[in-house]
């Protein structure tokens, strides 16, 4: 056991010592940072004004562009020829230009710019042109204008967790999801990352002729074990030290700032920015903060319980890690360089994509049998399960995955390892499944 | 005779072929024994069995009279054929690592080290990178991490290869060294010349079976063909005259009025009737027994041997 303790050491600090290393700890927070601040602080920035002239031959948009901060709209009377000749002279961003049509509404507009105009700019004149074609469309039909505004309404579905004992908690259905959604790409991310570095370890020491060297001194068993644990301590000093200094940058931030930074504001902008999966919940978030303040996105926050998503993150991380891990060695193992690991990377990487593509589902459903199944079996549950546990998951679930997850990772260990021993020692062979087959069964 | 390793009949089978089968090897404590074959007679399997990285299928191996055990390796030094160090990593650093693998304390290897590097001459690259090194340097830092445990059986396997002749004659005046201080060494290679010089015993292994083993004395001499050479001048009359019916001449020849002869002994014919019978032919400027070279005994039996399996698979 001492001599694994040795070897772990080894494993662990020749990878933190590594400038790579030390730049990615880095750079990871960095860029993290950066994702949830850039936003905040660009959104902040007034931007600069944009004029655009309007020439509306229907007369119907008169005054309905209201200016917006970055926009001013000023309406122009001139012939088109001669408003598309001097609109620059007259610094304006664009010139719109509303034909007269023969019908009643017009369905159509141009906008002049010299440059491609802006995304921005486009949308909003797109969505006041819409309303306004709509409102008078609607009109056209006699629909009263009063009955109009009635029909606009707001509904906030207001979501509450009823559990046994029968008390009440409001639910966030979007907040589950990003962290769901956010715990499960990490582990995946994590698990080959970390992964393919014991891959790479063990054909370091195949091809650097170190392997037999060691043997004579230590069981194969051993020195795979000791790799893939310091490995792990690696990935786990990693994230440790990205939590750590991504917090420190964005609090460093926030208090550098806070005057300028609105926080209600700042708050709805994390949300949107950690709701990868499209503008739906990002929306319905923002009827929440609409509605309800700041009060609310905090007590989103507190719904959370982080004290079991961290500790079954940490889990599953490492059950994950370890299970695959040993895989990834005996894939090192098996071969002389990295460019003979393709024909056998392919059955390891297919669970872990098959995961990662099921969980756009689980995350739609996470009840369902599909959910259920991919976060039993421990070669998908590692990400799935991370997915689920957001929304709450039976006790009897999470205990069933987690046991089947050591187990998993105990018979692929045992598996790896009869690869392993036969495999360090084997050199200029070019090794296939059947070959492979003889060693487990040697 | 005091032996420190034996192995007794061992097979050992992979999934296409027999790597080993029933080889047994004594080896004399404090001698250096020499393991020999051609390409892929099953060296290498020997010795990863001795080492404990991989298990016989059969047979028995014992230590110093005790089954070998795991912790036996503590007291063996392996230096494999096919060996290297992580490129990465500063070179005393990895040297104490290796060290400590072999169950040597902190304290222990530092101060070993030290006087070994300083032997060495390697002291100033004790913080370099292995692979700013070059591949004599590396050698010798291998060799030091094998002998540092002080083990009392050292299994050398290929040492001389990558050394220029000056590393050579370190390396192997250090063999010779380990031997005297008490050590036994298991020594293979295919340098007949090298076995020559440094071995006192001798294993000879074929196609997975032991062919010869013995004293290098004894294998010598049973080798010898009773063929002696002679020179000298002034030589009048012919050989076959000259020489009575015991005695044939092999090979002549004369050079600058020099003549020489390897002439075959029979009977109970010696050197000394050799002698008495050319004396008055000749003046004679040497004579000596010719005594066949490792070179030439591993590749006489190694010939005989795979001929014979020939001629039985054809028969069979």
């Known amino acids: 056991m001492n001599k694994t303790s040795l070897i772990i050491r080894r494993e662990y600090l020749t990878r933190v010592r590594k400038r790579s290393f030390i730049i990615m700890t880095i750079l990871g927070p960095l860029l993290m940072a950066a994702i949830m601040i850039v936003p905040i602080y660009v959104s902040q920035l007034s931007g600069e004004e944009k004029k655009i002239a309007v020439l509306d031959e229907t007369g119907l948009f008169y005054h309905r562009f209201t200016d917006t901060e970055n926009m001013k709209f000023s309406h122009v009377y001139g012939a088109l020829d001669t408003e598309k000749a001097q609109f620059r002279a007259q610094e304006y961003y664009a010139l719109l230009y509303v034909p007269k049509t023969e019908l009643s509404v017009p369905n159509g507009a141009f906008l ?9 700019v486009k949308t909003y004149i797109q969505d006041v042109m819409k309303k306004e074609i709509e409102t008078l469309k609607l009109q056209a039909s006699g629909i009263d204008q009063d009955i109009l505004e009635s029909v606009k309404t707001k509904v906030s579905l207001v979501t509450i967790k009823l559990d046994d004992g029968g008390k009440e908690e409001k639910s966030y259905t979007e907040l589950s999801m990003v962290i769901g959604l956010f715990s499960g790409i990490l582990i995946y991310f994590f ?33 795979m074990l000791g790799k893939i644990i310091g490995i792990a301590l690696v990935g786990l000093t990693q994230f440790g030290l990205w939590v750590i200094l991504t917090f420190g940058i964005v609090t460093a931030f926030q208090s550098a700032y806070a005057d300028k930074i609105d926080a209600a504001k700042a708050k709805e902008m994390l949300m949107k920015q950690a709701a990868p999966m499209g503008t739906q919940a990002a929306d319905t978030q923002e009827a929440v903060t609409e509605d309800n303040g700041v009060g609310e996105v905090f007590a989103a926050i507190q719904s959370v319980n982080f004290l079991l998503i961290i500790g079954s993150f940490l889990f599953f991380f490492l059950g994950g890690y370890l299970l695959y891990a040993a895989l990834f060695a005996a894939i090192g193992a098996a071969v002389d360089n990295e460019a003979d690991t393709q024909q056998f990377m ?4 297919v669970p872990l994509i098959l995961a990662i593509v099921m969980g756009q589902f689980v995350i ?52 790896a390892a009869k690869i392993y021993r036969t495999g360090i020692l084997m050199y200029g062979k070019k090794v296939d499944y059947k070959e492979l087959w003889k060693w487990i069964r040697y | 005779m005091d032996i420190i390793f034996e192995a007794k009949h061992i097979t050992k089978r992979f999934a296409a072929h027999t790597a080993l089968n029933r080889v047994s090897i004594t080896v004399p404590r404090n001698s250096i024994f020499g393991l020999l074959g051609p390409n892929g007679a099953g060296k290498t399997t020997l010795i990863r069995i001795i080492n404990q990285i991989t298990g016989p299928d059969e047979g028995s191996l ?41 169950g040597l304390s902190k304290h222990d290897a ?22 700013e090194l070059s591949k004599g340097m590396q050698q010798k830092v291998q060799f030091i991490v094998t002998i540092l445990h002080e083990p009392r059986l050292l299994i050398f396997d290929e040492p001389f290869s990558g050394f220029d002749p000056i590393n050579v004659n370190l390396v192997k005046e250090e063999i010779l060294n380990l031997r005297d201080k008490g050590a036994t060494i298991i020594f293979s290679t295919h340098n007949m010349a090298s076995v020559e010089e440094l071995c006192d015993y001798i294993t000879l292994i074929n196609r997975s079976e032991k062919i010869l083993e013995g004293s290098v004395r004894d294998v010598k001499n049973t080798y010898k063909s009773n063929i002696y050479e002679v020179s000298g001048q002034q030589f009048s009359g012919a050989w076959d005259s000259v020489l009575p019916g015991s005695m044939i001449p092999v090979r002549t020849s004369t050079d600058d009025n020099m003549h020489k002869a390897a002439i075959r002994l029979s009977g109970n014919a010696g050197p000394n009737d050799l002698l008495a019978a050319l004396l008055p032919h000749m003046e004679i400027h040497a004579l000596n027994e010719v005594i066949p070279t490792m070179n030439e005994i591993f590749i006489t039996t190694v010939g005989q041997d795979s001929r014979e399996t020939k001629t039985e698979e054809v028969q069979a």
């Open chain 2, 62 to 102: 014992f230590f110093d009279g005790e089954a070998l055990k795991p912790h036996h390796i503590y007291n063996i030094g392996y230096l494999p054929e096919e060996r290297g160090l992580y490129k990465k990593m500063k070179v005393g650093e990895q040297a104490l690592y290796l060290a400590r693998l072999k």
């Open chain 1, 112 to 120: 002049y710019s010299d440059k491609q105009p802006n995304i921005n």
């Open chain 1, 191 to 223: 698990i080959f990352l970390f992964g393919s570095q014991v891959m790479r370890g063990v054909i370091e020491e195949k091809t650097n002729r170190i392997v037999e060297v060691i043997v004579s001194s230590v069981k194969p068993f051993q020195l």
């Open chain 1, 364 to 415: 739609n459903n996470p009840e369902g049998p599909a959910s259920f199944w991919f976060s039993i079996i421990p070669f998908t549950s590692p990400i799935i399960m991370m997915i689920r546990i957001p929304f709450g998951v039976p006790l009897t679930d999470l205990i069933l995955s987690m046991a089947l997850l050591v187990l998993g990772f105990l018979a692929t260990t045992w598996f």
């Open chain 2, 110 to 131: 530092m101060s070993k080290l030290r006087y070994w590097f300083g032997k060495f001459e390697i002291q100033a690259w004790w913080n370099r990178k292995v692979e």
């Open chain 1, 346 to 349: 392919l059955p390891v990487t």
